[in-house]
Protein backbone atom coordinates (compact mmCIF):
# COMPACT_ATOMS: atom_id res chain seq x y z
CA UNK A 1 0.00 0.00 0.00
CA UNK A 2 1.13 3.48 -0.65
CA UNK A 3 1.20 6.01 2.36
CA UNK A 4 -1.25 9.10 2.16
CA UNK A 5 1.57 11.57 0.91
CA UNK A 6 1.95 9.43 -1.94
CA UNK A 7 -1.87 8.78 -2.82
CA UNK A 8 -1.92 12.61 -2.61
CA UNK A 9 0.62 12.98 -5.51
CA UNK A 10 -1.28 10.51 -7.67
CA UNK A 11 -4.35 12.41 -7.41
CA UNK A 12 -2.78 15.74 -8.21
CA UNK A 13 -1.31 14.40 -11.05
CA UNK A 14 -3.93 11.99 -12.35
CA UNK A 15 -6.62 13.54 -11.11
CA UNK A 16 -9.08 10.98 -12.56
CA UNK A 17 -8.98 8.64 -9.63
CA UNK A 18 -10.57 11.78 -7.42
CA UNK A 19 -13.96 9.97 -8.44
CA UNK A 20 -13.66 7.07 -6.55
CA UNK A 21 -14.72 7.35 -3.34
CA UNK A 22 -12.64 7.46 0.02
CA UNK A 23 -13.76 3.65 0.80
CA UNK A 24 -12.50 2.57 -2.75
CA UNK A 25 -9.42 4.36 -2.83
CA UNK A 26 -8.13 2.52 0.06
CA UNK A 27 -9.20 -0.37 -1.80
CA UNK A 28 -6.88 0.64 -4.34
CA UNK A 29 -3.60 -1.53 -4.24
CA UNK A 30 -0.40 -0.21 -5.23
CA UNK A 31 3.15 0.16 -4.95
CA UNK A 32 5.49 3.28 -5.37
CA UNK A 33 8.67 2.28 -7.27
CA UNK A 34 11.72 4.05 -8.14
CA UNK A 35 14.58 3.51 -11.08
CA UNK A 36 17.70 5.35 -11.76
CA UNK A 37 18.46 6.85 -15.03
CA UNK A 38 19.00 4.10 -18.06
CA UNK A 39 17.30 1.36 -16.35
CA UNK A 40 15.45 -0.99 -18.81
CA UNK A 41 11.60 -1.13 -17.14
CA UNK A 42 10.37 -3.38 -19.51
CA UNK A 43 11.96 -4.98 -22.68
CA UNK A 44 10.32 -7.06 -25.65
CA UNK A 45 8.55 -10.21 -25.62
CA UNK A 46 8.59 -9.38 -21.61
CA UNK A 47 4.74 -10.02 -19.50
CA UNK A 48 3.32 -6.49 -18.36
CA UNK A 49 3.27 -6.38 -14.80
CA UNK A 50 1.28 -3.80 -13.97
CA UNK A 51 -0.30 -0.11 -15.27
CA UNK A 52 2.42 2.84 -14.25
CA UNK A 53 1.61 6.20 -12.70
CA UNK A 54 4.89 8.49 -13.29
CA UNK A 55 5.39 10.87 -10.62
CA UNK A 56 8.75 12.47 -11.68
CA UNK A 57 11.16 11.85 -14.14
CA UNK A 58 10.92 10.25 -17.80
CA UNK A 59 10.38 7.01 -19.55
CA UNK A 60 11.67 6.65 -23.43
CA UNK A 61 9.51 3.69 -25.23
CA UNK A 62 12.13 2.68 -28.41
CA UNK A 63 12.06 0.32 -31.19
CA UNK A 64 15.61 -1.46 -32.03
CA UNK A 65 16.16 -3.41 -34.86
CA UNK A 66 18.11 -6.38 -35.45
CA UNK A 67 21.43 -4.44 -36.59
CA UNK A 68 21.14 -2.24 -33.49
CA UNK A 69 19.63 1.00 -34.58
CA UNK A 70 16.96 2.57 -32.55
CA UNK A 71 13.89 4.63 -32.98
CA UNK A 72 11.81 6.33 -30.39
CA UNK A 73 8.31 5.87 -30.18
CA UNK A 74 7.58 8.61 -27.42
CA UNK A 75 7.85 9.52 -23.81
CA UNK A 76 6.25 9.17 -21.12
CA UNK A 77 6.18 12.29 -18.41
CA UNK A 78 4.67 12.43 -15.30
CA UNK A 79 0.80 13.07 -15.03
CA UNK A 80 0.94 10.54 -18.10
CA UNK A 81 1.35 6.54 -18.84
CA UNK A 82 2.54 4.35 -21.71
CA UNK A 83 -0.35 3.43 -24.21
CA UNK A 84 1.77 0.27 -24.93
CA UNK A 85 1.56 -1.05 -21.18
CA UNK A 86 -2.12 -0.26 -21.46
CA UNK A 87 -2.66 -2.36 -24.77
CA UNK A 88 -0.45 -4.95 -23.06
CA UNK A 89 -3.13 -5.47 -20.40
CA UNK A 90 -5.86 -4.86 -22.63
CA UNK A 91 -4.89 -7.85 -25.36
CA UNK A 92 -3.37 -10.18 -22.39
CA UNK A 93 -0.11 -9.80 -24.58
CA UNK A 94 3.64 -9.01 -24.24
CA UNK A 95 6.17 -5.78 -24.99
CA UNK A 96 6.55 -4.82 -28.17
CA UNK A 97 9.01 -2.37 -27.73
CA UNK A 98 11.75 -1.22 -25.02
CA UNK A 99 10.98 1.30 -22.38
CA UNK A 100 14.33 3.22 -20.48
CA UNK A 101 14.36 5.21 -17.76
CA UNK A 102 15.38 8.79 -19.71
CA UNK A 103 15.56 10.73 -15.78
CA UNK A 104 15.62 8.87 -12.37
CA UNK A 105 11.76 7.99 -12.32
CA UNK A 106 9.24 7.40 -9.84
CA UNK A 107 6.02 5.77 -10.27
CA UNK A 108 3.20 3.86 -8.76
CA UNK A 109 2.21 0.99 -10.48
CA UNK A 110 -0.98 -0.30 -10.10
CA UNK A 111 -1.28 -4.52 -10.79
CA UNK A 112 -3.36 -5.34 -13.42
CA UNK A 113 -6.12 -6.46 -11.48
CA UNK A 114 -6.60 -3.10 -10.20
CA UNK A 115 -6.46 -1.87 -13.72
CA UNK A 116 -8.94 -3.91 -14.94
CA UNK A 117 -11.28 -3.48 -11.93
CA UNK A 118 -10.28 1.07 -12.52
CA UNK A 119 -11.60 0.20 -16.36
CA UNK A 120 -14.75 -1.56 -15.49
CA UNK A 121 -15.88 0.51 -12.78
CA UNK A 122 -14.41 4.70 -13.13
CA UNK A 123 -15.65 6.37 -16.06
CA UNK A 124 -12.64 8.91 -15.91
CA UNK A 125 -10.64 6.12 -15.69
CA UNK A 126 -11.83 4.69 -18.78
CA UNK A 127 -11.59 8.03 -20.38
CA UNK A 128 -8.48 8.38 -19.37
CA UNK A 129 -6.95 5.24 -21.06
CA UNK A 130 -8.76 5.52 -24.04
CA UNK A 131 -8.10 9.17 -24.30
CA UNK A 132 -3.82 7.53 -24.01
CA UNK A 133 -4.78 5.71 -27.15
CA UNK A 134 -5.89 8.75 -29.04
CA UNK A 135 -3.15 11.29 -28.13
CA UNK A 136 -0.52 8.60 -28.78
CA UNK A 137 -1.95 7.15 -32.11
CA UNK A 138 -1.83 10.96 -33.56
CA UNK A 139 1.83 11.13 -32.29
CA UNK A 140 2.46 7.74 -34.24
CA UNK A 141 0.69 8.96 -37.38
CA UNK A 142 3.12 12.07 -36.90
CA UNK A 143 6.27 9.92 -36.78
CA UNK A 144 5.68 7.79 -39.44
CA UNK A 145 4.80 10.43 -41.97
CA UNK A 146 7.94 11.68 -40.71
CA UNK A 147 10.07 8.92 -41.33
CA UNK A 148 8.69 7.94 -44.69
CA UNK A 149 8.17 11.46 -46.62
CA UNK A 150 10.26 13.82 -44.23
CA UNK A 151 14.47 14.10 -45.14
CA UNK A 152 16.59 13.29 -42.32
CA UNK A 153 18.13 16.65 -42.37
CA UNK A 154 14.72 18.62 -41.95
CA UNK A 155 13.99 15.82 -39.16
CA UNK A 156 16.69 16.76 -37.49
CA UNK A 157 16.59 20.66 -37.86
CA UNK A 158 12.71 20.39 -36.89
CA UNK A 159 14.12 18.31 -33.46
CA UNK A 160 16.37 21.06 -32.68
CA UNK A 161 14.30 23.68 -32.91
CA UNK A 162 11.47 21.85 -30.34
CA UNK A 163 14.02 21.31 -27.49
CA UNK A 164 15.39 23.93 -25.05
CA UNK A 165 18.35 25.83 -25.90
CA UNK A 166 21.01 24.67 -25.05
CA UNK A 167 20.50 21.41 -25.95
CA UNK A 168 22.52 18.83 -24.09
CA UNK A 169 22.77 15.28 -25.65
CA UNK A 170 25.31 13.28 -27.51
CA UNK A 171 24.92 13.21 -30.83
CA UNK A 172 24.20 9.63 -30.31
CA UNK A 173 21.42 10.56 -27.98
CA UNK A 174 20.15 12.89 -30.77
CA UNK A 175 20.39 9.66 -33.46
CA UNK A 176 18.46 7.35 -31.15
CA UNK A 177 15.51 10.00 -30.83
CA UNK A 178 15.45 10.43 -34.55
CA UNK A 179 16.05 6.24 -35.48
CA UNK A 180 19.46 7.34 -37.67
CA UNK A 181 22.97 6.75 -37.26
CA UNK A 182 25.39 8.62 -35.37
CA UNK A 183 27.44 9.33 -38.50
CA UNK A 184 24.65 10.83 -40.25
CA UNK A 185 23.17 12.69 -37.37
CA UNK A 186 26.66 14.11 -36.53
CA UNK A 187 27.21 14.83 -40.57
CA UNK A 188 24.11 17.10 -40.62
CA UNK A 189 25.02 19.15 -37.41
CA UNK A 190 28.36 20.04 -39.12
CA UNK A 191 26.97 21.17 -41.60
CA UNK A 192 24.33 23.63 -40.04
CA UNK A 193 27.23 24.35 -37.66
CA UNK A 194 28.97 25.62 -40.92
CA UNK A 195 26.20 27.13 -41.81
CA UNK A 196 25.39 29.71 -38.64
CA UNK A 197 22.75 27.81 -37.37
CA UNK A 198 24.17 25.85 -34.52
CA UNK A 199 27.33 25.83 -32.40
CA UNK A 200 28.28 22.63 -30.92
CA UNK A 201 30.09 21.78 -27.95
CA UNK A 202 30.66 18.40 -25.90
CA UNK A 203 27.72 16.83 -25.37
CA UNK A 204 26.17 20.46 -26.08
CA UNK A 205 24.71 21.83 -29.03
CA UNK A 206 23.56 25.60 -28.93
CA UNK A 207 21.11 26.94 -31.67
CA UNK A 208 22.49 30.57 -33.06
CA UNK A 209 19.54 30.79 -35.75
CA UNK A 210 16.37 29.39 -35.00
CA UNK A 211 14.72 31.54 -37.37
CA UNK A 212 17.00 30.04 -40.00
CA UNK A 213 16.45 26.09 -38.41
CA UNK A 214 12.41 26.61 -38.62
CA UNK A 215 11.99 27.51 -42.36
CA UNK A 216 14.65 24.69 -43.10
CA UNK A 217 12.58 22.31 -41.59
CA UNK A 218 9.38 23.19 -43.27
CA UNK A 219 11.02 23.50 -47.03
Not at 100 to 112: C, D, K, R, S
Not at 126 to 152: H, I, N, P, S, W
Request: glycine share 6%; aromatic share 6%; charged share 20%.
Amino acid sequence: MIDSDTRSRVLQLYPMLRELSAAELTLVTARLMQFPAGTVMFDENQPCQGFPLLLSGSLRVIKSSANGRELQLYRVMPGESCILTSSCLLGDTRYQARGIVEEPLEMVMLPATVFHSLLGKCDAFRRYVFQLFTGRLTDMMELVTAVAFQKLDQRLALLLTAKSNPIHATHQAIADELGSAREMVSRLLKGFAEQGWVKLGREQITVTDLAALKKFATL
